[in-house]
């Protein structure tokens, strides 16, 4: 994705669609906390149904920061709303994996705007933000909630 270091939704969505081409049915995506919302976002955009998603430590909301920078760069996402009605629709099926301590917070919070969204909810206990940070280099779970979609 470009400019990681600072992400923006124009860039990340467009780029995002650039890769993706024409989605259809058979078009899955696997995301990760920012990248959640990218996918999201692109959603919203197309009109074509796809197959679905999984979204790995997803969140409409973020709390604990650890910087002002972090803070600027997190803000036009969490203000900018997601319509979740137009995701449905082009959305059939997703699962959620989150932590139940994810140190950035608002796990219930983005459990229920997720659950809203239909996505089925798998809470991995004691995994933080589910990351290499957080020592996740390969997620097993993701793999098998994959091949249920």
């Not at 650039?18 to 999201?40: M, R």
């Not at 705007?113 to 089925?120: Q, T, Y």
């Not at 995994?127 to 249920?148: M, V």
Request: net charge negative.
């Amino acid at each position: 994705m470009p400019k990681t270091n600072r992400p923006t939704i124009e860039a990340w969505v467009g780029h995002l669609r650039e890769l993706v081409g024409t989605p259809d049915k058979n078009t899955y995506f696997i995301g990760g906390s920012i990248g959640c919302q990218t996918i999201l976002r692109y959603l919203e955009t197309v009109s074509t149904p796809v197959g679905g998603a999984i979204f790995i430590a997803g969140w409409f909301d973020l709390k604990n920061m650890e910087s002002k920078e972090e803070e600027d760069i997190a803000e036009p996402w969490i203000k900018t709303p997601i319509d979740i009605a137009k995701v449905k629709r082009v959305l059939p099926k997703s699962i959620l994996i989150i932590s139940d301590n994810d140190p950035f917070g608002a796990v219930e919070e983005n459990k229920k705007k997720f659950a809203e969204l239909g996505s089925k909810i798998l809470l991995m206990p004691g995994a933080g933000h589910i990351s290499g940070d957080y020592g996740y280099t390969e997620l097993p779970e993701a793999l098998e909630e994959f091949k249920k979609l």
